[in-house]
């Protein structure tokens, strides 16, 4: 199996260094991973299959300066990954909502990230003397 489905931003370090130079908050992209991810985990919750709720509940989006991501499972679900991936063994047929979530809002995503970052270069230039 390939790994996890990602989106992949080419010349996102670079971005983060050209906005702490011209005096952006790295905050701002710590901030808008947070809200990819939360995008993502949404759209994870209306794919999961219920049964008693708590693996919907455990879907939860995480973000630093650097990446957003998506958890799910944890001790109150640990049944998660056998229902994400599946397990032959005990005839679990893989159910990939997590991926299939990200797979869905994909070009959402992209569009998303693209505009923000457009919105924090304007809002620079603005601010920065000239």
């Known amino acids: 199996m390939a790994g996890p489905p990602?989106?992949?931003v080419t010349g996102a370090r670079e971005f983060r260094a050209a906005l702490e130079r011209m005096g952006g908050d790295v905050k701002d992209v710590t901030a808008l991973n947070r809200r990819l991810a939360d995008d993502v985990a949404q759209?994870?919750?209306q794919r999961v299959p219920i049964k008693t709720g708590r693996l919907s509940k455990s879907i939860r989006a995480r973000a630093s300066k650097t990446r957003a991501g998506v958890n799910?499972?944890?001790r109150l679900a640990v049944y998660g990954?056998?229902?994400h991936f599946g397990w032959?063994?005990?005839n679990i047929e893989p159910q990939p909502f997590l991926y299939d979530a990200l797979d869905a809002r994909r070009h959402a995503l992209v569009g998303m990230?693209?505009?923000e970052v457009e919105?924090?270069?304007k809002k620079l230039d603005r601010e920065t003397p000239g």
């Open 43 to 45: 759209a994870a919750r």
């Open 113 to 115: 990230y693209q505009g």
């Open 81 to 83: 990954p056998p229902i």
């Open 88 to 90: 032959r063994r005990r």
């Open 72 to 74: 799910m499972g944890g």
């Open 6 to 8: 990602a989106v992949k």
């Open 119 to 121: 919105r924090l270069v």
